[in-house]
T-cell receptor, first 120, second 111 residues
Framework: GAVVSQHPSWVICKSGTSVKIECRSL??????MFWYRQFPKQSLMLMAT?????????EQGVEKDKFLINHASLTLSTLTVTSAHPEDSSFYIC????????????????FGAGSRLTVL | SQQGEEDPQALSIQEGENATMNCSYK?????LQWYRQNSGRGLVHLIL?????REKHSGRLRVTLDTSKKSSSLLITASRAADTASYFC???????????FGQGTELSVKP
């Protein structure tokens, strides 16, 4: 089955530092990956769509200079939280579609286990 | 706001009872999916229903979709303590191919 690995699963950092989170599709190629953010007891908010070989597409209100996304290969997308502050503390989850574009009708997302970021 | 709505926000039932969760969405969709999330973990896909389908079954799960009302429901029959988790609906919008999640229902099944 499709497996998405996310690393690290948790990270604690000091305010002002940058943190990189990796998302890998282990047994399939993913031209598109999605990054979500989830606050405690809340739903997942789509932050951006990561496209292999091109710039990510960010949702309204998400700062692209704050949340840098790189999708350099068909199996790896990275999210870097730059100059992190306590308000960036959250659960970040990536996902990928095994079947390519989601709007082909039957594709579902495979989610990573998430990365919990705590900024002190 | 991205989000659709789900109700109830929290549901507590006894093992063996049925659990029903409802979801509403905002735009025209290609399909609607239900996911499960255990506390602090990633999401697991449960079931997908296409926009031209009205009902779908998978094991103890039954999903309905009413596109005229832009709503869906998830029924879990004969619930078990292991069903305790948060359940999210997610609508795949026709425009942009994005999966947008509802607010979620926190289900607690007591043994």
């Amino acid at each position: 089955g499709a497996v998405v690995s996310q690393h690290p699963s948790w990270v604690i950092c000091k305010s002002g530092t940058s943190v990189k989170i990796e998302c890998r599709s282990l047994d399939f190629q993913a031209t598109t990956m999605f990054w979500y953010r989830q606050f405690p007891k809340q739903s997942l908010m789509l932050m951006a769509t990561s496209n292999e070989g091109s710039k990510a597409t960010y949702e309204q209100g998400v700062e692209k200079d704050k949340f840098l996304i790189n999708h350099a290969s068909l199996t790896l997308s990275t999210l870097t939280v730059t100059s992190a502050h306590p308000e960036d503390s959250s659960f970040y989850i990536c996902s990928a579609s095994r079947g390519g574009a989601l709007n082909s009708g039957a594709n579902v997302l495979t989610f990573g286990a998430g990365s919990r970021l705590t900024v002190l | 706001s991205q989000q659709g709505e789900e109700d109830p926000q929290a549901l507590s039932i006894q093992e063996g009872e049925n659990a029903t969760m409802n979801c509403s969405y905002k735009t025209s969709i290609n399909n609607l999916q239900w996911y499960r999330q255990n506390s602090g973990r990633g999401l697991v896909h449960l079931i997908l229903i296409r926009s031209n389908e009205r009902e779908k079954h998978s094991g103890r799960l039954r999903v309905t979709l009413d596109t005229s009302k832009k709503s869906s429901s998830l029924l879990i029959t004969a619930s078990r303590a292991a069903d305790t988790a948060s359940y999210f609906c997610a609508s795949l919008r026709n425009q942009g191919g994005k999966l947008i999640f509802g607010q979620g229902t926190e289900l607690s099944v007591k043994p």
